[in-house]
């Protein structure tokens, strides 16, 4: 089984920055990949980035490139946001699985975290 914290969520105008945490612990294993999926009230769990085990391959939303970075130090990764936006407003989940390869689809993933809140003022 493999436990998954966020930490850093929180309140910011529109322009601001914030910083997510994810550290994954319990069962570890290499060659798998972390991501950061959000979902906003009354709307689906939507992709927002993901990275693999070495951090060649990573992936964003359209919505969110040029704005959030996602890196990561073994079973620990970062998503630095960044100019957010009021419709950047949701909770905040991350999410591990095997592979090799960045899925976009939250089915794809077994292990997610409990979410953090990241409220964006206007």
């Known amino acids: 089984q493999v436990q998954l914290v966020e930490s850093g969520g929180g309140l910011v105008q529109a322009g601001g920055s914030l910083r997510l945490s994810c550290a994954a612990s319990g069962r570890t294993f290499s060659n798998y990949v972390m991501a950061w999926f959000r979902q906003a009230p009354g709307k689906s769990r939507e992709f927002v980035a993901g990275?693999?085990?070495?951090?060649?391959r990573i992936s964003y939303a359209d919505s969110v490139k040029g704005r959030f970075t996602i890196s990561r130090v073994n079973a620990k990764n970062t998503l630095q946001m960044n100019s957010l936006k009021p419709e950047d407003t949701a909770v905040y989940y991350c999410?591990?699985?095997?592979?090799?390869?960045?899925?976009?689809?939250?089915?794809?993933?077994?292990?997610w975290g409990q979410g953090t809140q990241v409220t964006v003022s206007s």
């Open positions: 999410a591990a699985d095997f592979g090799a390869v960045v899925v976009t689809t939250p089915g794809a993933y077994e292990y």
């Open positions: 990275i693999n085990w070495s951090g060649s």
